[in-house]
C-alpha cells in the first residue's frame, strides 16, 4: 500500500484530494499569531504541530502550541527516522514528525504546516506541489520592535536580536522558493487569514499543478 506522502505526490493533475500548505517567514513575523487565529475562527485545516528542543514561552502547551522535547529524545527521534524535515534554529532543534502529515493526507484532510524557511527549503525539495507561503514582516523596523523583550536574558538580548534581524535579510534573499507572499502586519491578522483563503480558492481552481520533479521521500 503506498504512504499517505506518497499518495499525495502522485495524486490527480486536475484535482488534488487535498492540499498541505506550508507556512513560513522569518521569527517573529507572526506565524504563531496567524494559525492561532485561524483556529479560533474554524478553519478547518489539520493544523500539524512542530517538534522542537527549544524552552516553553509563557502560555504554551506541549501537544498544542509544539511538541517539547529534551534534546536526547529529539536525537532519538532523528535516529529513527520519525522526521519529515529537521534543523537546528538559534541553538534550538525543530522538526515535522511524519506523523503529523501522513495522518492528515491519509484521512483526505487539507494540512497546514508551519515551518522555518530552512525547513520550507527542505520541504519544497521533498513535496514540490504543496503549497509554500512566505510571511513577510512590513519593516525591519517594526519586526525589530516585536522581536525585542521576547528573550528572558536580557545581557544576550541584544546579541539575539542582531542575529534574528541578519537571518531574516538571509530569507528574504529565498523568496523565489515560495509560491506566494503576504505582507504580515501584527493588527490585521484578519486581513492576513483572508489572503490565505484566497490563495487556497485559486489553487483548488488550478488547472495545472505545480509539476512533481523531486526524488521520492522515503518512509
Known amino acids: ?17 487535498n492540499l498541505l500548505v506550508i507556512i513560513s517567514g522569518p521569527s517573529g513575523v507572526g506565524k504563531d499569531a496567524v494559525l492561532a487565529r485561524m483556529k479560533e ?10 517538534a522542537t528542543t527549544r524552552q516553553k514561552r509563557a502560555g504554551e502547551k506541549h501537544g498544542r ?11 532519538s ?17 525543530y522538526g515535522v514528525p511524519k506523523e503529523e502529515i501522513t495522518w492528515a493526507l491519509s484521512q483526505g484532510k ?6 522555518d524557511v530552512q525547513g ?3 520541504l519544497k525539495k521533498i513535496l514540490p506541489q504543496a503549497v509554500f507561503i ?4 512590513p519593516s525591519m ?16 538580548e541584544e546579541k539575539d536580536l542582531t542575529l534574528r534581524l541578519e537571518k531574516t535579510r538571509e530569507e528574504i534573499e529565498r523568496l523565489p522558493l515560495f509560491d506566494y507572499v503576504i505582507t504580515s502586519y501584527e493588527n490585521k491578522l484578519d486581513d492576513v487569514i483572508s489572503q490565505i483563503q484566497a490563495i487556497i480558492i485559486a489553487e483548488r481552481c488550478r488547472v495545472k499543478p505545480q509539476n512533481d520533479t523531486s526524488p521520492k521521500i522515503k518512509l
Open 120 to 122: 520550507a527549503a527542505t
Open 134 to 137: 512566505f510571511l513577510m514582516p
Open 1 to 17: 500500500m503506498l504512504s499517505a506522502l506518497r499518495r499525495y505526490k502522485m495524486s490527480s493533475k486536475v484535482e488534488p484530494s
Open 110 to 115: 487539507d494540512a497546514i504546516l508551519k515551518v
Open 41 to 50: 475562527k474554524g478553519y478547518p485545516f489539520h493544523y500539524a504541530i512542530t
Open 77 to 93: 527521534m532523528i535516529k529513527k527516522g520519525e522526521l519529515l524535515e529537521w534543523a537546528e534554529v538559534y541553538g534550538n532543534y
Open 65 to 75: 502550541d509544539y511538541y517539547f522535547f529534551a534534546p536526547d529524545q529529539f536525537q
Open 141 to 156: 523596523a517594526e519586526l525589530e520592535r516585536r522581536l525585542k523583550g521576547r528573550s528572558s536574558d536580557p545581557e544576550k
